[in-house]
């Protein structure tokens, strides 16, 4: 079976612009996670989906951050407009879900976005 | 709310053993995960506690313990492959999972 799938891969763009992140969780799997990571600030989550309902935002910096998951399969995070800041690694995870907070995440390969 | 402590990095030799501790803080416990991540890929599963004692998995063992707070992974026979991340991590109330901020493990010849 095939992994979370993440692109693109990497992403540079300049300051200012809209950049698009998509993610395809494993299939059968009802809760999907956005994770940002820095070397300063480690791995954090930025927004939780559970059956396609975003059940904890808390983690998203702020309005130029939004997240939408319009179906089972497939999940985007939008950044506009971006700035250097938002230079990171974004992984997608995906899990069992049902509302069970032990359950495995599997992570994505990610995407590595600078923004020049 | 929570908070983890991890080492930030470990050196050690191929072939050794190591230990990795973890300490958590945490509202409500739900279990710890340990998860590896090599340089430039994602973090993938190893271990996942919420009884208190020894797990062991090949190589690989961890250790809970709920009333101390305390956590640690520990890996035998060191390959230079086991250089790496180790993240720890607590399941929050809401399902998400609050990392500590790894260590990174080198493995020397």
């Known amino acids: 079976d095939a992994g979370v799938i993440q692109s693109p891969r990497h992403e540079v763009t300049e300051m200012g612009q809209e950049v698009t992140l998509r993610c395809k969780p494993i299939s059968g799997h009802n809760s999907l996670f956005w994770y940002r990571q820095t070397m300063m600030r480690g791995l954090e989550l930025l927004i939780y989906f559970n059956n396609n309902v975003p059940i904890d935002d808390s983690g998203m910096p702020e309005d130029r951050f939004s997240a939408k998951m319009p179906n089972a399969s497939f999940s985007t995070l939008k950044i506009q407009p971006s700035e250097p800041r938002d230079s990171a690694v974004y992984f997608c995870?995906?899990?069992?879900?049902?509302?069970?907070?032990?359950?495995?995440?599997?992570f994505g390969p990610g995407t590595r976005l600078t923004v020049l | 709310g929570q908070n983890i402590d991890q080492p930030t990095e470990m050196t050690a030799t191929e072939g050794a053993i190591v230990q990795i501790n973890c300490t958590y803080q945490t509202s409500g416990f739900n279990g710890l995960f340990w998860y590896q991540q090599h340089a430039g890929e994602a973090p993938t599963f190893l271990s996942y506690n919420v009884l208190d004692g020894l797990e062991e998995k090949g190589r690989f063992s961890s250790f809970l313990s709920r009333s101390k707070g305390y956590s640690y992974l520990l890996l035998k026979e060191l390959q230079m492959k086991d250089s790496a991340s180790y993240l720890c991590?607590?399941?929050?109330?809401?399902?998400?999972?609050?990392f500590g901020q790894g260590t990174t493990l080198q493995v020397k010849p």
């Open positions: 995870a995906s899990s069992l879900g049902g509302g069970r907070v032990t359950d495995t995440q599997y």
């Open positions: 991590a607590v399941p929050g109330n809401t399902g998400k999972l609050i």
